[in-house]
């Protein structure tokens, strides 16, 4: 079977970036234990993604690059803040345990739009926060493998519908852990 619109796919994979001296770095790695898996077709999945894995079938290899502008844009600078300490106060006090440098955290802005920031600094009255993608910028370098192409269950269809979004690297769902 191929992969098609309304299939389930499970891949594995090893999702690299070129770092500074041109090497390349591992960002994510989805093995034959722990595979990608989503439904084809439904945009749970880079765009650009999906149409590289397009009519592959199980057992083929694939190896392919994505830019910035078909995966998360370009880094850009003014998505770079400042935000004052007390918008992280819980009961009165800096939550000194969850904002630290490093962490991603759930934000909301003013049009109650939800969004992940990253906490690049921490300031005597502010914290830093980047809400570029944490891929934004960066081409993109997948090498991996079909595992599993099937018709979905009416299982798999449920529990799709009970999960938030996050299907793994190239999800567009701004939920995810640092990587897509």
């Not at 234990?33 to 083929?60: C, I, R, S």
Request: glycine share 10%; aromatic share 6%; proline share 4%.
């Amino acid at each position: 079977m191929k992969i098609s619109d309304e299939k389930m796919v499970s891949l594995s994979y090893d999702l690299t970036v070129s770092n500074e001296d041109g090497e390349k770095e591992l960002m994510e790695r989805a093995t034959q234990l722990q595979p990608l898996t989503f439904l084809f077709g439904m945009g749970m999945m880079l765009e650009a993604f999906e149409k590289n894995v397009e009519g592959l079938t199980v057992g083929d290899k694939f190896s392919f690059s994505l830019t910035p502008e078909e995966a998360y844009g370009d880094y850009h600078e003014e998505n770079v803040v400042e935000l004052p300490k007390k918008l992280f106060e819980v009961d009165g006090k800096f939550d000194e345990k969850r904002v630290t440098e490093g962490q991603t955290l759930p934000m909301m802005d003013t049009r109650g739009n939800r969004m992940m920031g990253s906490v690049l600094e921490v300031k005597p009255d502010l914290v830093v926060m980047d809400f570029n993608h944490p891929l934004a910028g960066e081409i993109l370098h997948f090498d991996g493998e079909v595992l599993d192409v099937h018709e979905p269950t009416e299982e798999e269809i449920n529990a799709l519908s009970q999960e938030d979004g996050c299907c793994g690297c190239g999800s567009s769902s701004e939920g995810c852990n640092g990587c897509c």
